[in-house]
């Protein structure tokens, strides 16, 4: 005999806290969108300019733009809403190129890459092509309380479009029309298989001098932990490490003056020399990617310094490295203990401003100084942030929720100063994709919806 809830499916949260419901036998959001069938082209303004978030977090260690100043005053100067339009599952972000926005989402058994114009007078927004392939990432058991689809975001580079789906699937695009110049199955490939909640780091551009530029992704296999592929070939050109990913993406940084790839994977930190990819270094950073995932970004702090944060009760590190005699470089925990109970950022990144870092503490946000991970401030709101995201734009913190309310907070170690608030998505729609800032266009996006909105500027 069924039972009411064998015909229920469940919506979770974070915190595995019930959101809403759906009938089982009832198609989900993802699957009454059709595929849209777009064959346009990016026009001449392609090219890139000061304005560009071409990349998860904007290409930086934290999400943060610069030399722009948002006006705080929501009552008297609101953000205005250009377009809002439905889009498929999944927790990917947008990447910004001119007046272009790319991201990923799954529409029924099509996993997509799709470019939107930012600015348009079509406030059900407008597609200028989109790039499809047959596979749908729908985990179950433990898996399914993290939904459907893509989860990383686009990496924008010269003319073209680099991106990692849920399954593996690795496609370099031209930027002008989606057409696909190589792609590979990083997990059918390497013969490994898929981590619980799929692959959900972004594609890393390396320039280097002498070789041709690389783009770097974490598949995790044995002997190919990080591979690297020639951006123009997608020959691959390397492939090292033995450990598991996680779900962070890899960052390029100079530490100790040596130009290296900071890895934050299974259960290590590792870093990878950025020439061939050779294992320099590692420290041990407990977790499973099954189960208390790692996937929160490393904070390079040059010269020598690595900060880490992570959710499910474990808190934040800091770690210092040094040269050896013998050349090898050693990573030690600066803080007394190695690892404070703060900065529990289980679905989110840090900001760091002035030697104070900002953050989710199990979905409260938190202000902690780096010297000593001690905390200056924590404050619960109602409603409640949860596990959303956060950036600074000039001297503020933006804050999309995991309820779909978008919140201004002053960047102060001092006390904790909300300064405007409203809501963008409806409260039961999950947001766990991270925002991007075209100056003066925000996109925000969740599994269900994506706006933009025209941002009042000082």
């Avoid at 310094?305 to 770690?319: D, E, M, N, T």
Wanted: negative net charge; proline residues 6%.
């Amino acid at each position: 005999m069924l039972t009411l809830h064998s015909q229920i499916k469940l919506v979770n949260n974070g915190d595995v806290g019930i959101t809403d419901w759906r009938w089982r036998w009832s198609p989900t959001p993802d699957q009454e969108l059709s595929v849209p069938i777009v064959t346009g082209s990016v026009e001449a303004s392609w090219e890139p300019n000061a304005r560009d978030y071409s990349a998860f977090l904007g290409g930086g260690y934290w999400a943060e733009v610069n030399n722009v100043q948002l006006a705080t005053d929501w009552q008297a100067n609101p953000p205005r809403e250009l377009w809002r339009c439905e889009v498929g599952a999944g927790w990917t972000g947008f990447s910004t190129r001119a007046d272009y926005a790319f991201t990923q989402e799954q529409r029924g058994d099509q996993e997509l890459v799709v470019c939107y114009r930012i600015n348009t007078d079509n406030p059900k927004g407008e597609i200028v092509w989109s790039h499809s392939d047959s596979v749908r990432f729908d985990p179950g058991g433990a898996g399914g309380l993290g939904g459907v689809g893509p989860r990383a975001t686009p990496t924008i580079f010269q003319d073209r479009v680099l991106t990692l789906g849920a399954t593996g699937i690795l496609n370099c695009l031209e930027m002008r029309s989606g057409k696909v110049l190589w792609s590979h199955d990083t997990l059918g490939e390497s013969g490994i298989a898929n981590i619980m909640w799929g692959k959900s780091s972004s594609p890393l551009i390396l320039e280097t001098e002498k070789q041709p530029t690389l783009v770097v992704v974490s598949v995790g296999a044995p002997g190919a932990s990080l591979v690297a592929y020639d951006l123009e070939t997608g020959n691959q050109v390397w492939a090292a490490g033995d450990r598991c990913s996680s779900y962070a993406t890899p960052v390029i940084v100079e530490l100790l003056g040596e130009r290296q790839i900071l890895s934050v994977n299974e259960d290590y930190l590792t870093a990878h020399r950025a020439t061939d990819g050779n294992v320099l270094w590692e420290y041990e950073w407990p977790g499973n990617s099954d189960s208390d995932a790692s996937v929160s970004q490393p904070i390079p702090l040059p010269p020598n310094r690595v900060f880490l944060s992570k959710g499910y009760g474990s808190g934040a590190s800091l770690i210092e490295l040094s040269k050896e005699s013998d050349g090898n470089i050693m990573a030690l925990p600066v803080w007394d203990p190695p690892i404070k109970k703060v900065m529990k950022t289980k679905m989110c990144n840090v900001v760091v401003r002035n030697e104070y870092v900002y953050g989710l503490d199990a979905g409260i946000l938190q202000c902690i100084d780096l010297e000593r991970g001690k905390s200056h401030w924590k404050k619960r709101r109602l409603p409640a942030i949860g596990h959303g995201q956060i950036m600074l734009i000039g001297d503020t913190i933006v804050i999309l929720s995991e309820t779909g309310e978008l919140i201004l907070v002053e960047a102060t170690p001092d006390e904790y100063r909300e300064l405007a608030s409203m809501r963008v998505f409806p409260e039961e729609q999950v947001t766990w994709n991270n925002p991007a800032f075209a100056s003066p266009y925000l996109l925000l996006r969740n599994a269900e919806q994506a706006v933009c909105l025209e941002m009042p500027l000082q």
